[in-house]
């Protein structure tokens, strides 16, 4: 007699615990804020009536659920898993974008069921368990074992999967979509899709084409969302519910190939924050001139150098007198935001100072005041280039312009240099040393 085995109490087990969650999403962490570029992983999801063949791009609480998946469910899993070359593609900003996926494939991972001995064969005796292992699946139905004489009274093995033929029992899509792991925020009310949770950063899809095999080529102008996802997540056909579809929802392939899906997408404009991307590189330190001293900056941010005029304008604080001065940039049309650094005024260079030999080992150094400094810094040493024996003496008032050193050796000639300094905090910054001058102690 002529006996073939059904999948429906299998199928309904496994379909039972694979339920919706196909269709749920958890997004990976990805900065969207304002002045990053949007960025993230997009590719086709779907499920099919009749046996629920899946792929889950989005749910990432199973084992066959991390984002960009590989793996298709067939049969919702009862059948087993295939491995997929998917087309997904990386999102880097706004622009058009195609993602695809195959509408069929082979089985090639089993599902957590009892498994038979002979993994290649297909058995009469339910109790055996069943192994799909090699069989061909496809989005428009099961692949099933022929038809076949079985003695009776007796079990036989089916002919391997190979020579399966497909049922076509599915002739819609539940769901097909194009998720992404692109964090989002919906306004159900709106049905609008935003990055931020203040609802101010539209995200926009439109010019939606997607090609099914044998169907022909559905477009949509502008998108609908999937909106009870936390991604963004675009339905093109949803049949749950209220029928939110961006296509024709009764699109289906007839013949066997691959979907492909072009789309526009169009994320907020963001203008990137120099308080927070900024780096700004000045110079320390730049000798009074009695004029405003505006010295160059280097601008980047996020590691891209900036154009002065176009990118930021400049301006700066207390950058006459010597000090602590300020430069701050301001950002201009992709950017926005302030920064600010700060470069040291030092006093100017000093004249050459009096040097006299005073007998007893010791000699005078004097210098012409500097209204606008802290103090001086005198150095001396036999060795004229300063290399050795450099000894320094700090003049911490203002007026006080010159000092007495002893304890010199007699007879040696002595090389001397100052310079005023400006004390900002607790540092002292120096201006230039002066010409050296040259004493013999006596």
């Known amino acids: 007699m002529k006996m073939k085995r059904t999948l429906s109490a299998v199928m309904a087990s496994a379909i039972a615990v694979s339920g ?83 509408t069929e494939g082979v089985i090639d991972i089993e599902p957590d069921l009892k498994k038979p001995a002979n993994k290649k064969a297909w058995w009469i005796d339910e109790a055996a368990g069943i192994s799909r292992m090699g069989s061909k699946w496809s989005m428009r139905g099961s692949y099933e074992p022929p038809e076949i004489e079985v003695p009776e009274g007796e079990e036989a093995a089916i002919p391997g999967v190979e020579e399966w033929v497909l049922s076509e029992g599915n002739s819609s899509f539940n769901m097909l979509g194009i998720s992404t792991d692109i964090p989002a925020y919906y306004d159900k009310e709106t049905h609008k899709c935003y990055l931020d949770a203040a609802m101010t950063q539209e995200v926009t899809v439109s010019d939606v084409s997607v090609d099914i095999p044998g169907a022909g080529t559905f477009k949509g102008d502008a998108a609908c969302w999937k909106d009870d996802v936390s991604t963004v997540c675009v339905s093109l056909i949803n049949v749950y519910g209220e029928d939110n579809s961006t296509i024709d929802s009764s699109a289906f392939p007839t013949e066997d190939g691959t979907i492909s899906v072009t789309f526009t997408i169009k994320f907020p404009e963001t203008k990137t924050d120099l308080s927070k991307k900024g780096k700004i590189t000045v110079a320390k330190k730049k000798a009074y001139t009695g004029k405003a001293l505006k010295p160059a900056v280097t601008v980047k941010a996020d590691g891209k150098a900036l154009k ?41 260079k000093q004249a050459a100072p009096s040097v006299k030999a ?58 001397v240099r100052t310079a005023a300094y400006i004390k900002v905090g607790k540092t002292a910054y120096a201006g230039s040393f002066s010409k050296v001058k040259s004493v013999k102690v006596k």
């Open 20 to 102: 919706m969650s196909a269709f749920s999403a958890s997004a990976e962490t990805i900065d969207n804020s304002v002045g990053a570029a949007v960025k993230g992983t997009a590719g086709i999801t779907f499920q099919t009536d009749g046996n629920y063949t899946y792929r889950d791009i989005a749910n990432t609480s199973g084992a066959h659920g991390v984002f960009p998946q590989k793996e298709v469910g067939c049969a919702g899993g009862a059948n087993g898993f295939s491995t997929i070359d998917a087309g997904d593609v990386a999102i880097n900003g706004s622009g058009t974008y195609t993602v695809s996926i195959p």
């Open 308 to 348: 002065n005029g176009t990118d930021y304008s400049v301006s700066y604080k207390n950058n006459k007198k010597p000090g602590k001065a300020t430069v701050t940039v301001t950002g201009k049309g992709n950017y926005t935001g302030k920064k600010s650094a700060s470069f040291i005024i030092v006093p100017k």
């Open 358 to 415: 005073l007998g007893k080992q010791k000699i005078k150094v004097t210098v012409k005041r500097d209204k606008l400094a802290t103090g001086y810094k005198f150095q001396y040493s036999t060795d004229k280039k300063f290399k050795k024996g450099v000894k320094t003496v700090t003049i911490s008032k203002n007026k006080t312009t010159s000092k007495t050193i002893a304890k010199l050796k007699k007879g040696k000639t002595y090389y």
